[in-house]
């Protein structure tokens, strides 16, 4: 068996009620608890144009706030599989957790368009973008909530 990246050891450490199984550095979400912390959920696919677009603005965020806050990609195309999306986050080089939507956040958080992203501040959603928000845009709303 493979040994999971530390990123993803610290997340298990960090959210201890994830439930999840790894499958190619992937986690399954089957269950999350995020009623602590600051979370920014990147509802996107490995298809869509716009959410590669994205990931320009996340790595910058997670330059800047990797340390004190929780980015979680999460692939909402349920036809995706964990080697694609692994495939997906070493080309794009992404240091942050993705996962596979396998707890219907898709479903929970309404999404009608890719790249959604939703800041939670202890479990609450404190802002949704929908679209490439800016990596400062991102930044200012994050620093607001720490």
Avoid at 55 to 71: F, P, T
Avoid at 84 to 107: H, P, S, V
Avoid at 123 to 138: F, I
């Amino acid at each position: 068996m493979n040994a999971l990246p530390v990123f993803l050891v610290a997340l298990v450490m960090v959210l201890p009620g994830v439930i999840a199984q790894q499958d190619a550095g992937i986690m399954r979400v089957s269950e999350i608890d995020l009623s602590e912390g600051v979370v920014l959920l990147d509802l996107m696919a490995t298809w869509c144009p716009d959410c590669r677009k994205e990931m320009e603005q996340l790595r910058e965020v997670n330059d800047a706030y990797g340390s004190e806050i929780m980015i979680i990609s999460v692939d909402v195309d349920t036809r995706e599989s964990a080697e694609l999306l692994a495939g997906y986050r070493d080309e794009i080089g992404a240091e942050w957790l993705f996962a596979l939507d396998d707890a219907g956040l898709n479903a929970e958080y309404r999404v009608t368009y890719i790249p959604t992203l939703v800041l939670l501040k202890d479990g609450e959603q404190v802002k949704r973008y929908v679209g490439n928000p800016s990596a400062d845009t991102l930044m200012r709303d994050i620093g607001m909530v720490l």
